[in-house]
Structures are given as structure tokens and as C-alpha cells.
């Protein structure tokens, strides 16, 4: 949405690393004012849920025994993950600048179907989906006949490998004006 900008910035004049330097710092300040708001939310979220489960929810749990545990040091590992998780996806969008003519940052026509040639041609993200589905099956298959697996972790495990799989198959799919 900002491609015009960013155009205007390259067009007069302004060296690409210099724009870059500005919008990830823009995106910096922004992200932590975001993780700032988001602590408190997130933590009456968090006691909404274990509310929820105790009260409303109690029989799908087995009972009444959660409790919000809330610490300092968990805190800032969520604002620090979440800090890092935003910022990386700033710099990810960021970073494809470059490569993108100012001619068309300027028209505000810069679109994944632009890129349309290259992604067509790149198979990684189909062998990545491939490689994450069927290791996410094979672990499933694993901790169903084996007990040396700790359910949860293979639980986690999974779920993780899936929603690699099923993001990078998206992703391969071919792109469509």
C-alpha cells in the first residue's frame, strides 16, 4: 500500500539503503508500540481462557484446576518472540525492494503476479511441502506404534510440519491474474 511512496523516496533521488534503513526502522517502532499494547491484551486473553475452561468449559477439561501463571521472565519472552516474529516479517517485505523497478513502485503496481516468471519456476516450495507433509505423517505414524515418543511433543510436531506443508504447498500453487 505504501509502493508509491517508497517510489517517490527512490525517484528523487534516495539511495535504496538509505529507504530500507527507514522503513525498518519505522517498522521497528511500530512493532514495539504493537508488543507494548498487545502485553496487557494478551494476558486478559489469557485469563479469559483459563475463566473460560474453569467455568463454561469445565467438563471439557476434567474439572476446575487451571490457573493463569503470569511472570515477569514469560512476559518478556513473549514480547521479545513476538517483537522478533514481527520484525522479521517487516524485514522480509522489506527486503524484495530492490529487486522491484521505482516505474512501477510509482504506478503502485507491485504484486506477487509481477513476480509471476520466477515464482512459476521456483519448485521449492512444492518440495518443501512435500518433504514437511510427509515427515508429518511419518511422525505420526511413529508415535502411534511407538512408546518412546512423548505424545505431545509428536503432537507438536505435527502440527508444525502441517502447517509448513500446507503453507508452502499454497505457495507453490501456480499464481493467477
Not at 20 to 35: D, H, N, Q, S, Y
Amino acid at each position: 500500500t505504501r509502493a508509491k511512496e517508497i517510489g517517490l523516496l527512490l525517484a528523487t533521488g534516495e539511495p535504496v539503503k538509505f529507504v530500507r534503513k527507514l522503513l525498518l526502522t519505522e517498522g521497528a517502532i511500530v512493532t514495539a508500540v504493537g508488543c507494548v499494547i498487545g502485553l496487557p491484551a494478551a494476558v486478559a486473553y489469557g485469563w479469559l481462557m483459563v475463566y473460560g475452561l474453569n467455568n463454561w468449559w469445565s467438563a471439557a477439561v476434567g474439572g476446575s484446576f487451571l490457573t493463569l501463571h503470569v511472570s515477569p521472565l514469560s512476559l518478556l519472552g513473549g514480547l521479545v518472540g513476538t517483537f522478533v516474529t514481527m520484525f522479521f516479517s517487516v524485514w522480509l517485505a522489506v527486503r524484495k525492494l530492490g529487486k522491484m523497478s521505482v516505474r512501477s513502485l510509482l504506478a503502485g503496481t507491485v504484486t506477487d503476479e509481477d513476480q509471476l516468471p520466477e515464482a512459476a519456476r521456483s519448485r521449492r516450495p512444492l518440495i518443501v511441502g512435500v518433504a514437511c507433509a510427509t515427515l508429518a505423517m511419518g511422525l505420526a505414524a511413529a508415535s502411534y506404534v511407538s512408546e518412546a515418543l512423548d505424545p505431545a511433543a509428536a503432537f507438536f510436531g505435527v502440527g508444525a510440519l502441517a502447517l509448513i506443508a500446507v503453507l508452502s504447498l499454497y505457495r507453490a500453487r501456480p499464481l493467477r491474474p
